[in-house]
């Protein structure tokens, strides 16, 4: 069936690193990919998302390509903030509905000054 | 304008016993869609309830029920608790089926 892999943390990096969360996909066809964050104490936020092959999702300076020739939604961000501290999850929605998802394991990131 | 809300914040239980946790929907959402998050573990999707139906289920025991009432808000029931059940349970509304979802700050189960 569908799933999302994420790379293991926790991540641990100083202010105004470069950041990249490794993300890959088993899914039939190609659905839509989200990257949502999850704030200590929060529920998730939509960080961004791609909705087909080739195409980049941004926001708050966080980026994500969809590569379908590597499966792949790798999120990076050239300089982080301690505020970007958080864990963040790659997603795909099941059979293409984008509001029933299948979420990776997570990924912590903790960013210190 | 009130994002999706949840009830209570925290809640202990006994194994064994039944639990009931609540959730509002995004205002003008009629989508609502719950998730369990396992210490350390990504959401894992529950159901989803829409025009007060359950639409879709995932993986879960027939311990997990719910309802949708027609003001939109939904409840989550587990019953027979076991210690697995502890979790965060997040609660998503959606405006319509198969639109993004807005989750809530969820709900933290432990059951002792």
């Known amino acids: 069936g569908d799933s999302v892999t994420q790379m293991e943390g926790p991540v641990t990096l100083s202010e105004e690193a470069f950041l990249t969360i490794n993300c890959t996909y088993t899914a039939t066809g190609y659905p839509s990919l989200f990257w949502y964050v999850q704030y200590p104490g929060e529920g998730l936020q939509l960080l961004l998302k791609?909705?087909?092959?080739?195409d980049k999702g941004s926001n708050k300076g966080f980026e994500a390509t969809y590569r379908k020739e590597t499966t792949s939604f790798h999120l990076e961000k050239g300089s982080v903030q301690v505020s970007d501290s958080a864990v963040y999850f790659c997603a795909l929605p099941r059979s293409y509905n984008t509001d029933k998802l299948i979420f990776g394991t997570g990924t912590r990131l903790q960013v210190f000054p | 304008d009130a994002g999706v809300t949840q009830s209570p914040t925290h809640l202990i239980k006994t194994r064994g016993q039944q639990v009931t946790l609540r959730c509002s929907p995004k205002?003008?959402?009629?989508?609502v869609s719950w998730y369990q998050q396992a210490l350390g573990q990504g959401p894992q999707f529950i159901f989803q309830y829409y025009e007060e139906e359950e639409r879709q289920r995932g993986n879960f025991p027939d311990r997990f029920s719910g309802h949708q009432f027609p003001n939109y808000s939904s409840e989550l029931n587990v019953n027979a608790l076991l210690l697995g059940d502890s979790a965060l349970y997040l609660c998503?509304?959606?405006?319509?089926?198969?639109?993004?979802?807005?989750f809530g700050q969820g709900t933290r189960l432990t059951v002792v």
């Open positions: 791609a909705t087909k092959a080739d």
């Open positions: 998503a509304s959606s405006l319509r089926p198969n639109t993004e979802a807005f």
């Open positions: 205002s003008g959402h009629d989508t």
